[in-house]
């Protein structure tokens, strides 16, 4: 039994940057493994793990008996840094993933060198950059990782390409809301591992595929090659949106604790959001609707065009503070989305997507 | 750790941990003073809390004639106050003491006497233009988020600091605060070892962040002979952006303890900083000569107090001072300790006649 705040405090102490997956995708291996009843790895690092549908039972002999598919991803890997070089016993490093230089002055981090760095992302002073630089946010060229060894140490240790990530403790704050690094996106990973874990009550007319997708916050990697791997009939991407707060106050934000979002724009087709909303109406659950006139800026983009295209759909888990190193989600909508998917999931027919057209006249 | 002569007290790392992880934002340094009594309270001839919330301690000399020497290290810290609350559990704060608004935003912290933890967002990158990436966030659009669940459980007056935990990496010490508990933590081990000649006046001072307040009262209280500030004084020690010569460090780690000769505030008793070198170098202790300049320690309160009170400040070379989280090594901070003790034991009352220059 997976317990939602110890699991998801669990995935955000863990490494996992863009395209170097592995520490996370170990656990979350583990927690799948016992929920599904196949596990693979995809050519780019996604996690696929299938459970098959319950009512197509395959009898031995029988000709295999093909069942739709749906596909729910939640991508795994987090923002942070790669080294690109030592300097006197200082790391110099560049991005991977958006990082915002005005949120990162003075945060821990660990170097991931031959081994394990605690350390301190810097930001020299004023006095020694360039002029022009004086009380604007440090840009990225100039941040220092000070890992506090003698410089002979630290070139021992340390090498370009080696990452960077961030090592701000989770904080547990009021209403039961949580704080830390990587909650984007590891908070819709908890919450796609809650919906495997309803689905142990449930016997879905439908092949559940569950991708903790790679490489979404670089390139989409993850999200454009499992569903071509995978196939699948509908596809869902569970991410987190803008939630209201301190520097959000516009239609870009969300409630936070108000509910999972659900997206609506071009990425998502019409008939899926429906029946999600009809979803969350019957479950008496709250939920909101995101409005994405046009990148959805989610695995979505990705799966809709992946081969001959796909209908997708978007469920968002509220988050306050995206991209720092303390973003802030609530562990009931993160609950709320498990629940969603998993009953959307229940009430899968075998021909749904033979009834989902388009609504032309 | 370093080899140190017989006699010498060494570094307690365990009272540092708990010294840092205290919050003692200036004005409320209650989290530290008690940590501070609880360590000195059995030992001390004299103890008294004054006025501001200085502790004063005294351990008298046993032989005569004896120098009143102060020995002053402030235990606040630069922090915020909580000065009005929005809804949902977002509050306005205010900060105090001298922090750079570049790094507010991202941070953990700790609000009031139960430390409930909170967070200071910032808006998305996504949402931002990216000629607003080139501009700091002021600190009046910034607030303490408790969580949606945390309307009404702080005030405002409330204090907060910064939630960052202390850890050891090789010869570093990493935590937040470490100016000043390093100076904190020391002159707790000089009360410890006391001197048969030296009256011995430990000032576990208040306010020194926001202007010095605590030491001046102290050091009138006191009235010593000569006064010694153990403070924490940033090392500057970073490459600079064009790899140019760096010659604004201030000072370096692992070069020992900063001896100072003039800041903003003060320009060192000259025969206490001979006397201070004459030391190190007699026993081998490494020291530098923190540059000249800017910053200041309670020094500046306590040498124009009374009649004029003769004053050295010496300092543990810290990087990103006034920050959530500063790094020093062990060994400047033992050798600062060794440094001071050694300067005490060798101080003679000749010293007060003798010539300034």
């Known amino acids: 039994m997976i317990e939602l705040s110890p699991f998801l405090k669990q995935l955000i102490s863990l490494p996992g940057l863009s395209a170097y997956e592995d520490p996370v995708r170990q656990v979350i291996a583990e927690a799948w493994l016992p929920l599904v009843d196949e596990l693979s790895i995809s050519k780019l690092g996604s996690l696929h793990g299938l459970r098959k549908n319950r009512r197509n039972k395959k009898i031995e002999g ?63 002073p004023d006095r020694l950059l360039p002029p022009e630089q004086g009380g604007k946010p440090v840009k990225k060229e100039h941040w220092l990782v000070d890992v506090g060894l003698p410089p002979s140490e630290v070139q021992e240790l340390v090498r370009p390409g080696d990452l960077v990530s961030m090592a701000t403790q989770p904080i547990d704050l009021s209403g039961e809301t949580l704080a830390g690094h990587s909650l984007d996106n590891r908070a819709s990973v908890a919450a796609l591992t809650l919906a495997l874990q309803e689905l142990q009550y449930v016997s879905q007319a439908w092949d559940v595929w569950a991708v903790a997708s790679s490489q979404e916050e670089t390139c989409l990697g993850g999200a454009y090659t499992s569903p071509f791997d995978i196939r699948p009939d509908i596809a869902v991407a569970i991410d987190v949106t803008f939630a209201k707060g301190p520097g959000v106050n516009d239609y870009r934000g969300y409630g936070l604790g108000k509910g999972c979002a659900l997206g609506w724009g071009p990425n998502i087709h019409p008939a899926i959001y429906k029946t999600l909303k009809e979803t969350a109406v019957d479950l008496d659950m709250p939920y909101q609707i995101e409005i994405m006139p046009r990148h959805s800026g989610t695995d979505a983009y990705a799966m809709q065009v992946v081969a001959e295209g796909i209908p997708t759909a978007v469920v968002s888990i509220p988050l306050r503070y995206m991209h720092t190193p303390v973003e802030v989600v609530s562990l009931k909508d993160i609950a709320r989305t498990g629940r969603l998917l998993a009953e959307f999931i229940a009430r899968l027919e075998p021909d749904y997507v033979q009834k989902i057209v388009w609504e032309d006249k | 750790m370093m080899s140190v002569s017989p006699g010498t007290p060494t570094v307690n790392i365990g009272l540092l941990e708990r010294l840092t992880n205290a919050i003692a934002v200036s004005g409320d340094e209650r989290e530290v003073r008690s940590i501070v009594l609880e360590e000195v309270q059995s030992i001390a001839e004299d103890m008294r809390i004054d006025a501001l919330g200085n502790v004063l301690v005294t351990r008298r000399a046993k032989t005569s004639p004896f120098l009143k020497v102060m020995v002053a290290a402030h235990m606040d810290e630069v922090g915020f106050m909580i000065v009005d609350e929005d809804e949902g559990g977002l509050y306005r704060f205010a900060v105090v003491g001298g922090m750079d608004s570049r790094l507010l935003p991202g941070k953990a912290v700790l609000v009031g006497k139960d430390h409930l933890p909170g967070v200071i967002g910032a808006r998305p990158i996504h949402l931002s233009e990216s000629s607003d990436l080139e501009r700091a966030i002021p600190v009046d659009s910034l607030r303490i988020d408790l969580g949606t669940g945390g309307a009404g459980k702080a005030q405002p007056g409330d204090r907060a600091g910064f939630a960052t935990r202390f850890q050891q990496s090789g010869p570093s010490l990493i935590a937040k605060a470490l100016d000043n508990r390093l100076g904190v933590a020391a002159l707790i081990e000089l009360v410890k070892n006391p001197l048969d000649h030296i009256e011995l006046q430990a000032a576990f001072t208040v306010q020194e962040e926001i202007g010095l307040r605590g030491a001046g009262v102290a050091a009138y209280a006191m009235n010593p002979d000569r006064a010694i500030v153990i403070d924490s004084t940033p090392a500057f020690d970073l490459p600079v952006w064009d790899a140019a010569e760096n010659y604004q460090y201030n000072t370096r780690l692992g070069a020992g303890p900063a001896i100072y000769t003039a800041d903003a505030g003060t320009l060192s008793d000259p025969r206490l900083v001979s006397h201070l070198i004459e030391t190190a170098e007699a026993e081998g202790i490494p020291y530098q000569l923190r540059q000249p300049g800017g910053g200041g320690t309670d020094a500046g309160a306590i040498h124009r107090q009374r009649a004029g009170i003769p004053t050295v400040s010496l300092s543990v070379p810290g990087r990103y001072a006034h920050t959530p989280i500063l790094l020093a090594r062990v060994s400047d901070w033992q050798n600062t300790l060794a440094l001071v003790y050694h300067a005490l034991r060798r101080l003679h009352p000749s010293l007060l006649t003798a010539e300034r220059s």
């Open chain 1, 62 to 124: 029988e000709k295999k008996e093909t069942s739709p598919r749906i596909l729910l991803s939640a991508h795994m890997d987090a923002i942070g840094m790669m080294v690109t070089a030592v300097e006197n016993g200082f790391i110099r490093v560049t991005s991977i993933g958006g990082l915002d230089p005005r949120v990162l002055a003075f945060q821990p981090v660990t170097v991931h060198g031959r081994r394990d760095l605690p350390g301190i992302l810097a930001m020299p």
